[in-house]
């Protein structure tokens, strides 16, 4: 398995980036993907997940009505979309998948497969 994430860089407050994560070894279909990120100094959170039980999306309360997670099943490759980017969205974002999971999690250590992380930076 493996997750190589593409898309980051630099970017003013209030633009737009697209974030991609080409997956290999599995298919996206019938399993949890998502991304997490991680700001200088603090913990690795999630910020987006589609759900290996039903494909529907979640959201970390932080991005809701701005970033948009969707996937490929053809290209096998999974997208977060970010509107309206804020400093304090600034980190490295990783790709995240699971071949066991039921559902989603929050939480970092439910997940097998990371991809090698990616910069955003947003300034003001």
């Known amino acids: 398995v493996q997750l190589v994430e593409s898309g980051g860089g630099l970017v003013q407050a209030g633009g737009s980036l697209k974030l991609s994560c080409a997956a290999s070894g599995f298919n996206l279909d019938g399993n949890a993907i998502g991304w997490f990120r991680q700001a200088p100094g603090k913990t690795r959170d999630g910020v987006s997940f589609?759900?290996?039980?039903?494909?529907?999306?979640v959201y970390a309360t932080a991005v809701k009505g701005r970033f948009t997670i969707s996937r490929d099943l053809a290209k096998n490759t999974v997208y977060l979309e970010m509107n309206n980017l804020q400093p304090e969205d600034t980190g490295v974002y990783y790709c995240?998948?699971?071949?066991?999971?039921?559902?989603?999690?929050?939480?970092?250590?439910?997940?097998?497969?990371w991809g090698q992380g990616i910069q955003v930076t947003v300034s003001s």
């Open positions: 995240v998948a699971d071949l066991q999971m039921l559902g989603y999690s929050f939480y970092t250590g439910a997940w097998t497969y």
């Open positions: 589609i759900s290996s039980s039903d494909g529907s999306s």
